[in-house]
């Protein structure tokens, strides 16, 4: 069993930076995928990015790709997300999660391929 905790929200202008945290519980955290997500009122949950157990695979969505930065550190059970540039469309609730089956792409780009989900942190950009 792992549990998730975000943190790491809050209101930021355009252009600002903002860096999301994932604490994690649970012995097994360092070989779990690790992924974030974000959900807008009334949208589907929308992949963002995803970092494997070692930290050295990892991948972005289109829309974020250059941007946002996904780390993990093992030792601290913590998965970031540093988020530079932010843009008024990137306002959502983000939700960090955990894969324990190492899905391969597609599946590890949907929520339905995470085991366990944090209770998410609102990110606001203003224009």
């Known amino acids: 069993q792992v549990q998730l905790v975000e943190s790491g929200g809050g209101l930021v202008q355009a252009g600002g930076s903002l860096r999301l945290s994932c604490a994690a519980s649970?012995?097994?955290?360092?070989?779990?995928?690790m992924g974030w997500f974000r959900q807008a009122p009334g949208k589907e949950r929308e992949f963002v990015s995803r970092?494997?157990?070692?930290?050295?695979?990892?991948y972005y969505a289109d829309s974020v790709k250059g941007r946002f930065t996904i780390s993990r550190d093992n030792a601290k059970n913590t998965v970031y997300l540093q988020m530079n540039s932010l843009k008024p469309e990137d306002t959502d609730v983000y939700y960090c999660?955990?894969?324990?089956?190492?899905?391969?792409?597609?599946?590890?780009?949907?929520?339905?391929?995470?085991?366990?989900w944090g209770q998410g942190t609102q990110v606001t950009v203003s224009s």
């Open positions: 999660a955990a894969d324990r089956r190492l899905l391969l792409r597609p599946q590890a780009t949907l929520p339905g391929g995470y085991d366990y």
């Open positions: 649970g012995r097994s955290f360092s070989s779990y995928a």
């Open positions: 970092i494997m157990w070692s930290g050295g695979s990892t």
